[in-house]
C-alpha cells in the first residue's frame, strides 16, 4: 500500500469513509456497521469501495460469512479506531460517565474535517470574523460549524469576552482529541512505504537542556544509520513546554532528564541510566590549580546557576546542603549547555554540570572537574511518551535505539 507524501492531508477529509472502514473492521459486515452508524446499509458499502479507489488498495476480502480486512486494511483500521476513540474520550465532559466506545459517542460519529479546521481557526484567531478569513470562508460558515461542534459535544466550547475567545475545559479536552486525532492519520501514512524503500516518516524529539548530548546525537546517528529515509526534528525548550506538545502530540517523545511525579496522567516515563554531576571550571582557574581544594574554598564562588524547578536545581540545592555553604546571589541562570559551557571558559565562574555533558571539552583542554565530591540524588536520564501511544516502525526502532545506547552509558562509570 502507497500513500502520497500529503496523505495525511487526504485522509483527514474522508472521516466518514474512514468510520465505514472501522465499523466494518468491528462488526465483520456492512449490515452489522451500518447498525453501528445508524446509516443504510448502502451507505457502508459505498464509502468502503470509494475509500479503496481513493487509496487503489483492497481493504477488505468480501465473501458469504461477511468481510474480513485485509492485513493492510486492518493496520488502517486501528488508526482509524484510535482516531476515534480520542474524540469518544473528549464526550467525558459532556457525559460525566465513563468514556463511550466510539460508535456510541455523537462527536464521534458526526465530525468531519471542516469542523476541525474551525477549531482550530478559532482557537489560532480568537474571533469568528478572523477565523473566516484565515480559512476562506463566510463568517457565518464558521459559526454553524461551531454549533454543530457544541451540540455534538453537549457543552459550550469557548468563553468570550471583550479581548476574543478562549477554550474553556471542554474546548481544552476537544482540541487534544483533535490533534490526537491528526497524528493518527498522519501515523497511519507512514506505515506502508513505497515497495522497495525502507521506513520514512518524521520523528520529532523534543529535548530538556543538560541532558541529551552523550544520549541523542549518538541515537540519531544509529537511527539514520538504519533508515536514512526517516526524517528528524529535534526541538529543544522547557520542560513545561515541550510536555503541552507532546500531549498534542506535536512531539513524538521528549528526552532528558525525568522528574520525580508525572507531568499528566496521559504521559509516561522511561529510565535509560543514571547520571551524575560535578563541580566544572574552566581550565586553569585558580581553584583548579589549588593544592588541597576544599568546600570552603568555594564560599565566595559565583555561579552559573540551573534553572528553577528543574532536577538540576534540586541537585545542586542538595549540594550546597551537603556541603554547608550558603546559596549563591541569584546573578546568572541559564538553560542553554552551550551558554553555560561559553560562560565557564570566560570567566572563573562555576557550574554544576553532567562530566558527560562536557567530556569533550575536558579532553580539549577547555574545562575541568573540580576535585570535589558532590552529593546529591543523581538525576535520571529517560524518554517520556503520551500514554497508550503506537508507534509506527520507524519510531518503535527509535525505541529501541535510545534503549540500546541509554544501556551503554549506564554501564559507563563515571568516578
Aim: net charge positive.
Amino acid at each position: 500500500m502507497s500513500f502520497p507524501a500529503d496523505a495525511c492531508v487526504n485522509l483527514l477529509p474522508h472521516l466518514r469513509l474512514l468510520r465505514a472502514l472501522a465499523a466494518v473492521t468491528q462488526a465483520g459486515s456492512s449490515q452489522r456497521a451500518a447498525a453501528l452508524l445508524h446509516v443504510a446499509q448502502s451507505s457502508v458499502t459505498r464509502a468502503v469501495v470509494q475509500l479503496e479507489n481513493q487509496l487503489s488498495c483492497r481493504l477488505f476480502e468480501r465473501s458469504g460469512r461477511g468481510m474480513s480486512p485485509t492485513a493492510q486494511g486492518d493496520q488502517l483500521a486501528l488508526r482509524v479506531t484510535r482516531a476515534l476513540q480520542y474524540l469518544a474520550d473528549a464526550d467525558r465532559h459532556r457525559t460525566r460517565h465513563a468514556v463511550p466506545a466510539w460508535h456510541g459517542s455523537p462527536l464521534a460519529l458526526g465530525v468531519t474535517a471542516r469542523h476541525l479546521q474551525v477549531l482550530q481557526a478559532l482557537v489560532d484567531t480568537g474571533s469568528e470574523g478572523r477565523a473566516a478569513l484565515l480559512l476562506g470562508i463566510s463568517q457565518s460558515a464558521v459559526h454553524q460549524s461551531l454549533q454543530q461542534l457544541e451540540h455534538m459535544t453537549g457543552s459550550r466550547l469557548f468563553i468570550r469576552s471583550r479581548s476574543g475567545m478562549r477554550l474553556d475545559d471542554a474546548g481544552e479536552s476537544l482540541l487534544l482529541a483533535c490533534h490526537l486525532v491528526q497524528a493518527e492519520l498522519r501515523q497511519a501514512t507512514e506505515e506502508w512505504p513505497t515497495p522497495g524503500l525502507a521506513m520514512q516518516g518524521q520523528l520529532v524529539i523534543g529535548t530538556l537542556p543538560f541532558s541529551t548530548t552523550m544520549l541523542l546525537a549518538p541515537a540519531v546517528e544509529q537511527l539514520l544509520r538504519h533508515q536514512p529515509e526517516v526524517r528528524v526534528v529535534v526541538i529543544d525548550g522547557t520542560f513545561d513546554a515541550l510536555v503541552t506538545q507532546l500531549r498534542h502530540a506535536k512531539l513524538d517523545c521528549i528526552v532528558g532528564a525525568l522528574r520525580s511525579q508525572l507531568p499528566a496522567t496521559d504521559v509516561m516515563q522511561e529510565l535509560l541510566f543514571e547520571d551524575r554531576l560535578a563541580v566544572i571550571a574552566r581550565a586553569g582557574h585558580p581553584l583548579a590549580v589549588r593544592h588541597g581544594l576544599d568546600w570552603p574554598a568555594l564560599h565566595t564562588a559565583q555561579w552559573v546557576m540551573p534553572m528553577p524547578n528543574t532536577p538540576a536545581e534540586l541537585a545542586f540545592t542538595q549540594m550546597l546542603n551537603a556541603a554547608g555553604l550558603a546559596p549563591p546571589a541569584q546573578q546568572v541562570r541559564a538553560n542553554s549547555a552551550l551558554m553555560m559551557q561559553a560562560m565557564l571558559c570566560n570567566s572563573d565562574r562555576l557550574a554544576l554540570m553532567s562530566p558527560r555533558q562536557v567530556a569533550r571539552e575536558v579532553a580539549a583542554g577547555l574545562l575541568t572537574e573540580l576535585p570535589l565530591p558532590v552529593q546529591h540524588t543523581r538525576r535520571r536520564i529517560g524518554a517520556m511518551w503520551r500514554s497508550g501511544y503506537l508507534p509506527t516502525p520507524a519510531a518503535a526502532q527509535w525505541q529501541n535505539i535510545l534503549r540500546q545506547v541509554g544501556q551503554t552509558l549506564d554501564g559507563l562509570t563515571l568516578v
